[in-house]
């Protein structure tokens, strides 16, 4: 958890090599910025990920949520997003399990 640290400037692409990474909480810094869509890929246990109350800009990247196995929440609100990328899903996926995904928050954006 690093929310609330005061950093600043665009999150490295090389956090997604943290492939056990369970939560990404950046939220309340000054992280700006657009969103790299590689950054989400590769974390298949992820459970949350927050990055809300930052200036991040530009596109909310395409998110699958079949591959993201644990993925219950996901936080983008207060940024300065204007357009959101594909939300890939089907409510059962191919071995039969649920989509785990039960909150997208996306409020105080420029959409």
Same mark, same amino acid.
């Given at each position: ?17 943290? !492939?056990?990474?369970r939560r @990404? ?5 000054? =992280?700006? %910025?657009? =969103?790299? *869509?590689? $950054? @989400? @890929? %590769?974390?298949?246990?992820? !459970? ?13 990247p395409d ?7 644990? $993925?219950? /929440?996901?936080? =983008?609100?207060? #940024?300065?997003? #204007? +357009?959101? %990328?594909?939300? *890939?899903?089907?409510?059962? /996926? +191919? +071995? %039969? *399990? ?8 996306? +409020?105080?954006?420029?959409?």
């Amino acid at each position: 958890d690093l929310s609330h640290n005061a950093l600043f400037g665009p999150v490295p692409s090389s956090i997604s090599n943290l !492939t056990s990474l369970r939560r @990404f909480r950046l939220n309340n810094n000054n =992280l700006s %910025g657009a =969103l790299d *869509t590689s $950054l @989400f @890929f %590769g974390w298949g246990e992820i !459970t949350e990920i927050d990055l809300g109350s930052n200036a991040f800009e530009g596109k909310v990247p395409d998110l699958d949520l079949e591959a993201s196995n644990h $993925l219950v /929440r996901i936080d =983008l609100q207060r #940024n300065a997003f #204007n +357009d959101f %990328g594909a939300l *890939t899903s089907s409510s059962c /996926r +191919d +071995d %039969g *399990t649920q989509v785990a995904l039960a909150e997208l928050v996306l +409020d105080k954006n420029a959409f």
